[in-house]
């Protein structure tokens, strides 16, 4: 039996940095969020400039949006920062999400 139901279960990196920001304390999830955002809009920003920018964040990702905003039952969602950046981040690329939670996890570990 797979356990491993969400698109990022399979990134170890990301489940240790979803384990660290869930330790956070409002604040610290509050100026996390902000930056997160603006990490995001500088990543969109350089895909613009890309010649062939990825058309679809493929239907997983989707669903997972879609289910996000309707169940709402995850830890973050109960944060509002965090919910809205996590989610902005989710419309990433999957290598450019994954090495954002790369960097949480490396950086909030010390």
Same mark, same amino acid.
């Given at each position: 039996?797979?356990?491993?139901?969400?698109?990022?279960?399979?990134?170890?990196?990301?489940?240790?940095? +979803?384990?660290?920001?869930?330790?956070?304390?409002?604040?610290?999830?509050?100026?996390?969020?902000?930056?997160?955002? =603006?990490?995001?809009?500088?990543?969109?920003?350089?895909?613009?400039?890309?010649?062939?920018?990825?058309?679809?964040?493929?239907? =997983?990702?989707?669903?997972?949006? +879609?289910?996000?905003?309707?169940?709402?039952?995850?830890?973050?969602?109960?944060?509002?920062?965090?919910?809205?950046?996590?989610?902005?981040?989710?419309?990433?690329?999957?290598?450019?999400? +994954?090495?954002?939670?790369?960097?949480?996890?490396?950086?909030?570990?010390?």
């Amino acid at each position: 039996m797979n356990l491993k139901r969400r698109w990022y279960d399979e990134h170890n990196e990301t489940l240790k940095a +979803f384990e660290i920001l869930q330790k956070l304390d409002t604040e610290q999830k509050r100026r996390l969020s902000a930056d997160l955002i =603006e990490i995001v809009k500088q990543i969109k920003d350089l895909h613009k400039e890309e010649e062939e920018p990825q058309l679809s964040i493929g239907i =997983e990702r989707v669903m997972g949006l +879609f289910q996000q905003s309707v169940n709402e039952r995850r830890w973050y969602d109960k944060n509002d920062d965090l919910k809205y950046a996590l989610k902005t981040m989710s419309t990433l690329p999957n290598e450019d999400f +994954f090495n954002i939670m790369e960097g949480l996890a490396v950086s909030l570990n010390d």
